[in-house]
């Protein structure tokens, strides 16, 4: 489901359909469900490259997993 409701996302976004995401995005973060929730951020990130709400979903949940690239 989650996975239909992204795909028809990318056809068209709405400002409330991506508050509607941001907040799914959340609640996969509370439950643990990182990766999901990093793949929803990251979509809407794609989608709304100007949304800051979006980028810090998606800065705190890499954060929250500890994927922080190397750097060397």
Do not use: C
């Amino acid at each position: 489901m989650l996975r239909r409701a992204m795909d028809a996302a990318t056809q068209s976004d709405t400002t409330a359909a991506l508050n509607a995401r941001l907040e799914m995005a959340s609640g996969l973060l509370e439950q643990g469900r990182m990766d999901r929730a990093i793949e929803v951020y990251q979509q809407a990130t794609r989608l709304h490259r100007d949304n800051a709400s979006a980028w810090e979903g998606l800065i705190g949940a890499y954060a929250r997993k500890h994927d922080f690239p190397q750097q060397r």
